[in-house]
């Protein structure tokens, strides 16, 4: 990142379009959970824990390889996969009440 803000309003400027960004991704990756939902036959296959463990090594290789802190990437992920998991365990049983 070779940007150098000239002002506070300018880093606000900044980190407000990359907030748009980043709640774009996070709308279409809680679609993809949402789908998810329907391929799993249970509430621990939602929860998914070795699955969690493979995300978090992988984005903080991630994070070390595109310059980001690693220990803030983790909490960050860890935080929005309980959050999603949440979500995807209502669509889950929502499904398992739909007939059919």
């Given at each position: 990142?070779?940007?150098?803000?000239?002002s506070?309003?300018?880093?606000r400027?900044?980190?407000?379009?990359?907030?748009?960004?980043?709640?774009?991704?996070?709308?279409?990756?809680?679609?993809?959970?949402a789908?998810?939902?329907?391929?799993?036959?249970?509430?621990?296959?939602?929860?998914?824990?070795?699955?969690?463990?493979?995300?978090i090594?992988?984005?903080?290789?991630?994070?070390?390889?595109?310059?980001?802190?690693?220990?803030?990437?983790?909490?960050?992920?860890?935080?929005?996969?309980?959050?999603?998991?949440?979500?995807?365990?209502?669509?889950?049983?929502?499904?398992?009440?739909?007939?059919?």
């Amino acid at each position: 990142m070779d940007v150098h803000c000239q002002s506070l309003a300018e880093v606000r400027a900044n980190i407000d379009r990359i907030d748009r960004q980043l709640v774009a991704l996070l709308a279409e990756r809680g679609a993809f959970v949402a789908q998810a939902a329907r391929f799993k036959r249970n509430s621990e296959e939602v929860k998914a824990p070795q699955r969690v463990e493979q995300v978090i090594a992988k984005v903080r290789e991630l994070a070390q390889a595109l310059g980001a802190n690693p220990d803030v990437v983790e909490p960050v992920y860890r935080s929005m996969i309980a959050a999603f998991i949440q979500a995807e365990l209502a669509e889950h049983a929502a499904l398992a009440q739909q007939p059919g």
